[in-house]
T-cell receptor, first 113, second 110 residues
Framework: NAGVTQTPKFRVLKTGQSMTLLCAQD?????MYWYRQDPGMGLRLIHY???????AKGEVPDGYNVSRLKKQNFLLGLESAAPSQTSVYFC????????????FGPGTRLTVL | AQRVTQPEKLLSVFKGAPVELKCNYS??????LFWYVQYSRQRLQLLLR??SRESIKGFTADLNKGETSFHLKKPFAQEEDSAMYYC????????????FGTGTRLQVFP
């Protein structure tokens, strides 16, 4: 099993450009999450999903949109990138019920110039 | 409001020294607490959870509800313990979100 994978690993954007980050998991997890990791601020939740077709806002949702059309995929979109969105983005997933644990992807390093 | 505080950004110790990474939380109900670790060039992974009351890689953490703390301890640090450590809280109220602290970088010198 690959676990949680993220595409791409690195990306450089110019201000105003758009892009989509893809997260995929092969563990049949119901819940998926998008975080951003910034120095001195830890991990902050952007959006999350508790099931296919559902999404909800996290702590820092502004400037991002998400979609969960398939259970195994969770997409994070930036419609008009800003330098403040320069960060490392992590996707995670977890199983509904049972001992709670979030499984993380390897991260995507995004730079917005 | 739910909050997790890790007061130390960096903790440096020598190999064999005891380690304590501090974590305090604020939550009015019964929380579920976790420690996650991120080694260099690796993904974030669960280290331990308070419910399991386990010791992983020599690390332990006890939930102290009176002091609202969940400090991570290890009696003898090893160089391979060098990593970023995050304390996280999950509210036991039907939510499935984690609130992370800002993290503490542990450096263990030889």
């Amino acid at each position: 099993n690959a676990g949680v994978t993220q595409t791409p690993k690195f990306r450089v954007l110019k201000t105003g450009q758009s892009m989509t980050l893809l997260c995929a998991q092969d563990m049949n997890h119901e819940y998926m999450y998008w975080y951003r990791q910034d120095p001195g601020m830890g991990l902050r939740l952007i959006h999350y999903s508790v099931g296919e077709g559902t999404t909800a806002k996290g702590e820092v949702p502004d400037g991002y949109n998400v979609s969960r059309l398939k259970k195994q995929n969770f997409l994070l979109g930036l419609e008009s990138a800003a330098p403040s969105q320069t960060s490392v983005y992590f996707c995670a997933s977890s199983l509904a019920g049972g001992p709670y644990e979030q499984f993380f992807g390897p991260g995507t390093r995004l730079t917005v110039l | 409001a739910q909050r997790v505080t890790q007061p130390e950004k960096l903790l440096s110790v020598f190999k064999g020294a005891p380690v304590e990474l501090k974590c305090n939380y604020s939550y009015s109900g019964s929380p579920e607490l976790f420690w996650y670790v991120q080694y260099s060039r690796q993904r974030l992974q669960l280290l331990l959870r308070h419910i399991s009351r386990e010791s992983i890689k020599g690390f332990t953490a006890d939930l102290n509800k009176g002091e609202t703390s969940f400090h991570l301890k290890k009696p003898f640090a090893q160089e391979e313990d060098s990593a970023m450590y995050y304390c996280a809280l999950r509210a036991i109220s039907g939510t499935d979100k984690l609130i992370f602290g800002t993290g503490t970088r542990l450096q263990v010198f030889p």
